[in-house]
């Protein structure tokens, strides 16, 4: 019989995409990074299924998610071959990743619940089945999942990630940056069911091939140029190569008014390159600010337009 320890404690991080959203649901590379803040999950056993959802997020984000993670969780419980019906239990969700749109919160969520489980039931999973687990969660939230938001909350780092269109094992690489550099996360406050904006980009492609068949050969020039930029330290180049990336994600009907207004700001105060990141339509952009100087500046431009910004560095 298998017999629950006392508690069992697991994290997932949080993600941010640099180049390549949506376009990596389609086989190409992305190129994202892990943030330090996280998502913690704790499960005790206890008398009947219990789920307390403590993590701090923009408004309307736990009602608008609520399907999303009802069937990640049921995804997840299932590929791991664990009854909560027979085993029931408490798990809590907490720690500091703020969760909206664009952030990985789904995965940081789907990571930190497999690594508690596999804790309270001294399964040991490693990595590589921690992320396993992780990606059946995503298919709740998004659908067809790149995979690369699970490998961040997963592993962590600056990653340059291809997924496998075939189902063998997807590739990620590591990028080594000479130094982290300074970014400002804008918050647009709007959050999107993944899943619904990965499905409507799909239409939007079957509608118009000739338009996307342009739209992933100018990304993938972009990206494979953005790779070398980011091992060489080349902020100029990288936040034009951004700027011209989040032009390719408005083609695409990606951008909203209020992701408009947050990267103008940030553009105005002297941001190398911004863009939406993530799912898009709201949640996040990203800006590239080297310098703790020029990320004060440029948060503080986004603020005084009424959004949220979180200040992190990648490449760390
Ligand atoms: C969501 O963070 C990123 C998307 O590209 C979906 C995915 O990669 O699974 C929109």
Same mark, same amino acid.
Not at 78 to 106: H, Q, R, W, Y
Not at 134 to 139: F, L, M, P, R, V
Not at 161 to 167: D, S, Y
Not at 194 to 208: G, M, N
């Given at each position: 019989?298998?017999?629950?320890?006392?508690?069992?404690?697991?994290?997932?991080?949080?993600?941010?995409?640099?180049?390549?959203?949506?376009?990596?649901?389609?086989?190409?590379?992305?190129?994202?990074?892990?943030?330090?803040?996280?998502?913690?999950?704790?499960?005790?056993?206890?008398?009947?299924?219990?789920?307390?959802?403590?993590?701090?997020?923009?408004?309307?984000?736990?009602?608008?998610?609520?399907?999303?993670?009802?069937?990640?969780?049921?995804?997840?419980?299932?590929?791991?071959?664990?009854?909560? @019906? *027979?085993? !029931?239990? =408490?798990?809590?969700?907490?720690?500091?990743?703020?969760? +909206?749109?664009?952030?990985? #919160?789904?995965? /940081?969520?789907?990571?930190?619940?497999?690594?508690?489980?596999?804790?309270?039931?001294?399964?040991?999973?490693?990595?590589?089945?921690?992320?396993?687990?992780?990606?059946?969660?995503?298919?709740?939230?998004?659908?067809?999942?790149?995979?690369?938001?699970?490998?961040?909350?997963?592993?962590?780092?600056?990653?340059?990630?291809?997924?496998?269109?075939?189902?063998?094992?997807?590739?990620?690489?590591?990028?080594?940056?000479?130094?982290?550099?300074?970014?400002?996360?804008?918050?647009?406050?709007?959050?999107?069911?993944?899943?619904?904006?990965?499905?409507?980009?799909?239409?939007?492609? @079957? *509608?118009? !091939?000739? =338009?996307?068949?342009?739209?992933?050969?100018?990304?993938? +020039?972009?990206?494979?140029? #953005?790779?070398? /930029?980011?091992?060489?330290?080349?902020?100029?180049?990288?936040?034009?190569?951004?700027?011209?990336?989040?032009?390719?994600?408005?083609?695409?009907?990606?951008?909203?008014?209020?992701?408009?207004?947050?990267?103008?700001?940030?553009?105005?105060?002297?941001?190398?390159?911004?863009?939406?990141?993530?799912?898009?339509?709201?949640?996040?952009?990203?800006?590239?600010?080297?310098?703790?100087?020029?990320?004060?500046?440029?948060?503080?431009?986004?603020?005084?337009?009424?959004?949220?910004?979180?200040?992190?560095?990648?490449?760390?």
């Amino acid at each position: 019989m298998i017999v629950l320890s006392d508690v069992g404690k697991g994290e997932g991080f949080g993600k941010i995409i640099l180049f390549g959203e949506h376009f990596v649901v389609y086989g190409l590379p992305a190129i994202a990074s892990a943030i330090g803040d996280k998502t913690i999950a704790e499960i005790v056993p206890s008398d009947k299924y219990e789920l307390v959802d403590d993590r701090p997020a923009t408004e309307g984000y736990k009602v608008k998610k609520q399907g999303e993670m009802e069937r990640s969780m049921k995804l997840l419980l299932d590929f791991m071959k664990l009854d909560v @019906d *027979e085993k !029931p239990v =408490k798990i809590t969700l907490s720690g500091n990743l703020f969760c +909206t749109s664009g952030i990985g #919160a789904s995965a /940081a969520m789907a990571t930190s619940v497999a690594r508690a489980f596999s804790d309270i039931y001294g399964l040991n999973l490693n990595d590589e089945q921690i992320n396993r687990v992780s990606y059946e969660g995503e298919k709740g939230s998004v659908g067809t999942p790149s995979g690369v938001d699970n490998t961040c909350a997963t592993f962590g780092g600056l990653i340059w990630f291809i997924k496998n269109l075939g189902g063998g094992d997807n590739t990620m690489d590591l990028i080594g940056m000479p130094k982290p550099v300074e970014v400002v996360l804008g918050s647009t406050g709007i959050s999107q069911e993944t899943k619904e904006v990965v499905a409507d980009v799909r239409r939007q492609k @079957d *509608e118009d !091939p000739e =338009k996307y068949e342009k739209l992933f050969s100018d990304y993938e +020039t972009l990206v494979n140029e #953005a790779k070398t /930029a980011l091992e060489g330290g080349d902020f100029e180049k990288i936040g034009s190569l951004m700027d011209k990336n989040h032009e390719l994600l408005k083609e695409m009907n990606l951008s909203c008014k209020e992701a408009e207004e947050i990267i103008s700001a940030a553009k105005g105060a002297g941001a190398l390159g911004a863009k939406i990141s993530g799912t898009g339509r709201g949640g996040y952009t990203i800006s590239l600010t080297p310098g703790k100087e020029l990320q004060e500046k440029v948060a503080k431009a986004i603020e005084d337009k009424g959004y949220r910004v979180m200040k992190t560095t990648i490449g760390s």
